[in-house]
T-cell receptor, first 109, second 113 residues
Framework: QKEVEQDPGPLSVPEGAIVSLNCTYS??????FMWYRQYSRKGPELLMY????GNKEDGRFTAQVDKSSKYISLFIRDSQPSDSATYLC?????????FGPGTRLSVLP | DSGVTQTPKHLITATGQRVTLRCSPR?????VYWYQQSLDQGLQFLIQ???????AKGNILERFSAQQFPDLHSELNLSSLELGDSALYFC????????????FGNGTRLTVT
């Protein structure tokens, strides 16, 4: 079992839709949780970074962490074609970072 | 712009050759990580350095080596290259490598022919 699991998609939604991206993790030692956006042939870009359970909002993006269920989510409101990318969830404890395989999202105009 | 600089952007070389990839971390970041991403594959952790010292090793082949210099830039050396080494190689940095998130460069695309 991989430490961080993520549905690879692809996920296609119409412009303006609310997108829900999800990951599960297995290691209770994970302390910090991140979401990255990666455009084709570019480096992953940090979108959200959170430590505790609960919600963290930044513009159209909301990250949600449920440590009791070992479940992390990213919601994108009013999705735009420019949101089309691969989204990677990641967790870490100490200096060990573990990434999910990424979910490929396409937002159709 | 993440502030992490990687050079070169592209490298095309032949099997059996050796190449060096360079990374300059964000200003103030002491920790550098190297990752490999093959086509349609996830990020595979190779190695981490903190302030010049190797801190953690992942799935790095013996043909690969890295170092971090006193000015904190890092180099990843890949030798005896094989076709399967063709991939994107990313460098990421963080202030301390503990808790702080990683910031990635835009990678070096290596093609081995």
């Amino acid at each position: 079992q991989k430490e961080v699991e993520q549905d690879p998609g692809p996920l296609s939604v119409p412009e303006g839709a609310i997108v829900s991206l999800n990951c599960t993790y297995s290691n209770s030692a994970f302390q910090y949780f991140m979401w990255y956006r990666q455009y084709s042939r570019k480096g992953p870009e940090l979108l959200m970074y959170t430590y505790s359970s609960g919600n963290k909002e930044d513009g159209r993006f909301t990250a949600q962490v449920d440590k009791s269920s070992k479940y992390i989510s990213l919601f994108i409101r009013d999705s735009q074609p420019s949101d089309s990318a691969t989204y990677l969830c990641a967790s870490n404890y100490g200096q060990n970072f573990v990434f999910g395989p990424g979910t490929r999202l396409s937002v159709l105009p | 712009d993440s502030g992490v600089t990687q050079t070169p952007k592209h490298l095309i070389t032949a099997t059996g050759q050796r190449v060096t990839l360079r990374c300059s971390p964000r200003s103030g970041d002491l920790s550098v990580y190297w990752y490999q991403q093959s086509l349609d594959q996830g990020l595979q952790f190779l190695i981490q350095y903190y302030n010049g010292e190797e801190r953690a090793k992942g799935n790095i082949l013996e043909r690969f080596s890295a170092q971090q210099f006193p000015d904190l830039h890092s180099e990843l050396n890949l030798s005896s290259l094989e076709l399967g080494d063709s991939a994107l190689y990313f460098c990421a940095s963080s202030p301390d490598g503990v808790g702080s998130p990683l910031h990635f460069g835009n990678g070096t695309r290596l093609t081995v022919t």
